[in-house]
């Protein structure tokens, strides 16, 4: 009955162990990133949020805890609620479905729409397969997005209505005019001149004189943003203009605009080329 020792056999589990705390740092690491991250980052199983972050919670207004297990058909806007799910459906089915794409998200009040930017694929999770992906809040990007489009359809009515001839040249072609640019030059549709280069209608005299122009006001170089040149029209007659020049961009590109008015002045050969 007196204990004189002990029997027993050791397992070295030093990798093991070394792995395990390689694991919960590696765990930790992931944890905090995602706790702190800008962009809302989910994982959807089963139809259900099993996983969001702060950022993907106050997104929508609601706390972690409110979204954690919910299905997240709740969460997207009704006008895109078929797509989206359709999409996740079809993912979980092994289909090659985009990565990234737009869709709404309804706020918590109910009424409120968030535009979001959502990139998403499959990963393993818990011994099954589950959806993971990000979002990113562009409510206010699309707003910008909507009233540049609206400022541009003013603008273009305004330009499209008024007498004033404009042109807008690109690389030394015209890329836009309006239908006051086209009376002016005989021409009876825009489309005749879209594509023309800019020297066809300028008349040969003051080519040289444009084109250098053009050149340096690319450049940044200080150039006149009035003056005179001859235009040359559909007939071959020519007309005297006093252009209003200036740089914008057309189509995301550098390019100059030029607002011009016809001036009486005496024209060489009785106004033919």
Not at 42 to 71: C, H, P, W, Y
Not at 202 to 220: C, F, N, Q, S, T
Not at 232 to 253: H, M, N, P, T, Y
């Amino acid at each position: 009955g007196n204990l004189i020792g002990y029997r027993g056999a050791d397992t070295d589990i030093t990798k093991r162990k070394r792995a395990e705390d390689a694991l919960a740092e590696s765990e930790e690491k992931y944890r905090a990133l995602v706790n702190n991250i800008q962009d809302g980052v989910f994982i959807i199983q089963d139809e259900k949020l099993v996983f969001v972050n702060e950022a993907f919670a106050r997104m929508a207004g609601f706390s972690v805890e409110e979204l954690t297990g919910t299905k997240f058909q709740a969460l997207i806007a009704p006008e895109d609620l078929e797509m989206v799910v359709d999409r996740y459906r079809r993912r979980q089915a092994g289909e090659d479905m985009p990565r990234e794409y737009e869709f709404k998200v309804l706020h918590k009040d109910g009424t409120s729409r968030i535009v979001v930017n959502m990139q998403v694929g499959l990963v393993p999770y818990r011994g099954a397969v589950a959806s993971m992906g990000t979002l990113k809040d562009i409510t206010e990007r699309k707003k910008a997005e909507l009233a540049l489009r609206e400022s541009e359809d003013r603008y273009r009515s305004l330009v499209e209505l008024t007498q004033v001839p404009i042109s807008v040249i690109q690389g030394f072609v015209h890329v836009y005019v309006n239908p006051a640019y086209c009376r002016m030059l005989g021409y009876d549709d825009p489309e005749e001149l879209l594509g023309k280069p800019l020297e066809a209608t300028i008349a040969p005299a003051d080519r040289d004189m444009v084109r250098e122009r053009y050149r340096k006001r690319l450049a940044g170089l200080d150039v006149p943003s009035v003056y005179e040149l001859r235009h040359l029209r559909k007939d071959g007659s020519i007309v005297c203009v006093e252009a209003s020049v200036q740089l914008r961009e057309f189509e995301g590109r550098p390019a100059v605009q030029a607002a011009s008015r016809k001036i009486t002045k005496r024209e060489p050969n009785g106004g033919k080329q």
